[in-house]
């Protein structure tokens, strides 16, 4: 899996309170791909919670 962040994040905060390990939130939300193994579920969720939908999953 690879999470990535396309423009136009709004800084919301909602995938960070998801899923801390993977993504911090300061300018622009950050995804840490190394931090992925077993928070998947949480990626997936986090993508799917993120009102401007621009966290881009690949599998
Ligand atoms: S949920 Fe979406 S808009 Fe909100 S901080 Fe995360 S990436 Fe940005």
Redesign the pocket.
Known sequence: MQVS?VPG????????SICPEV?T?ID??IADNSQIPGNEDACRE?SK????D??VIQD
């Open positions: 962040i994040c709004i800084t919301c905060g909602v995938c960070e993504f939130v622009t939300s986090a919670a993120c009102p401007v621009v966290i």
